[in-house]
């Protein structure tokens, strides 16, 4: 498996780099742009949209290059008229007329269909192409490929949260699946933390915990969330270095059994 190469994210047909890049944690303008050089062309502007970004998206469709991005908006209104009015301002922030994917964010029941109309007719309106649905529940993604309404999932996936592997993966088989990815890879830093090691271990670096969820065969991107463009780097690395080894894969789960162990259930 080469994870430089692009991935085709499920029945979409958007050509995806592996590793996505959020808005949220306040990487600067050049780490975007550097990490899109290097092939990683999906956009996450979610909850908090720090300014880094945005001038990325610029200045990268100022180039004449927006039909290589992938640009995800989120939302996580339950109001339709509210999904509505706060996309579109995200639209006008960003300077475009449309986004690849609506995420509806954060859904652990199945959404409203007074929310899902709305979310179709913006689709019908050229808002956007593709929908999506980000959740914790991870019986709630067969269930809803089933359905066939929604085109991608984010998907909690990580060396201490591996349930997606038996409880979600295999059931949403087929050539036209759902794009599949996932975030949280680092388990919101807690992978990285020394002192929350089994006894005798050193903690893995973040590209070790993104390259723990892309040797996944279902997995089509892995999310990760730089500060700064050493950060970025850091994460780039994920990609160059490839799958994990059995070995290495053996060491992840280990550390993320006594990490999830360890720690709170939630925080």
């Known amino acids: 498996m080469d994870l430089i190469q692009p991935r085709i994210l499920g029945r979409t047909g958007l050509k995806a ?13 050049n780490a975007y742009e550097e990490a899109f050089e290097k092939g990683c062309n999906y956009f996450y502007w979610g909850s908090q949209r720090k300014v880094g970004m945005r001038r990325a998206i610029e200045n990268i469709c ?21 999904m509505d009015f706060y996309y579109k301002r995200a639209l006008k922030s960003l300077g475009l007329e449309y986004a690849d994917v609506l995420l ?18 913006m689709r019908d309106q050229g808002l956007f192409r593709f929908l999506g649905l980000s959740s914790h529940n991870r019986l709630l993604f067969p269930q809803l490929a089933k359905e066939g309404l929604f085109d991608l999932f984010h998907i909690r ?7 997606a592997e038996k409880e979600t993966f295999p059931r949403i088989p087929g050539t036209a699946r759902p794009g599949i990815v996932t975030y949280t890879a680092t388990r919101w830093g807690q992978l990285l ?7 005798g271990q050193t903690p893995p670096s973040s590209s070790d915990c993104y390259r723990f969820a892309l040797t996944h065969p279902t997995v089509d991107v892995c999310m990760c969330g730089p500060k700064n463009l050493s950060e970025m ?12 080894s059995e070995d290495e894969l053996s060491r992840m789960r280990q550390i993320g059994d006594h990490v999830h162990k360890k720690s709170s259930r939630f925080f």
């Open 62 to 82: 100022g180039r004449g290059e927006r039909d290589q991005l992938v640009i995800v908006i989120q939302s996580y209104s339950r109001s339709a008229f509210l």
């Open 17 to 29: 780099g592996r590793l996505g890049v959020a808005a949220s944690y306040g990487a600067s303008a």
């Open 193 to 199: 933390n020394p002192e929350k090691m089994p006894p």
């Open 104 to 121: 509806l964010g954060w859904h652990n029941h199945h959404p409203t269909q007074r929310l899902l109309d709305r979310a179709l007719e």
């Open 233 to 244: 780097r850091e994460a780039l690395k994920s990609l160059e270095l490839g799958p994990l």
């Open 157 to 163: 996936y990580n060396a201490a949260h591996r349930g």
